[in-house]
């Protein structure tokens, strides 16, 4: 199993960027997806999930409000979208994912990942 991120770039506050991570590999199966993200000299922090249907998410305080995860019903591809940025949002996105979790579950703990896709950095300026 493979993630392949893209996105993620320089911006100015106040302004939008736009993830997708798809998986690829043993895609037969549904995963739950989540985004992290870890700032230099800071540990990796949850930033936002999706369980494998879709229907249910969960955002940090920090971006809820501001960032929306998506995915298509029964798709292994996720989007975060990401507006009002803020220049603490700066630092490098993780996606993850992980199918041992049933149809609507979904977790904020990066241990419970065993799928990660490299980082894009996202700098935000203020």
């Known amino acids: 199993v493979q993630l392949q991120a893209s996105g993620g770039g320089l911006v100015q506050a106040g302004g939008s960027l736009r993830h997708s991570c798809e998986v690829s590999?043993?895609?037969?199966?549904?995963?739950?997806m989540g985004w992290f993200r870890q700032a230099p000299g800071k540990e990796r922090e949850f930033v936002s999930a999706v369980s494998r249907r879709g229907g249910t998410t969960n955002y940090a305080g920090s971006v809820k409000g501001r960032f929306t995860i998506s995915r298509l019903n029964g798709q292994n591809t996720v989007y975060l979208e990401m507006s009002s940025l803020k220049p603490e949002d700066t630092a490098v996105y993780y996606c993850a994912a992980d199918e041992s979790w049933g149809y609507d579950g979904i977790s904020h703990y990066p241990t419970d990942y065993e799928y990660w896709g490299q980082g894009t950095l996202v700098t935000v300026s203020s």
């Open positions: 590999g043993r895609t037969s199966r549904t995963y739950i």
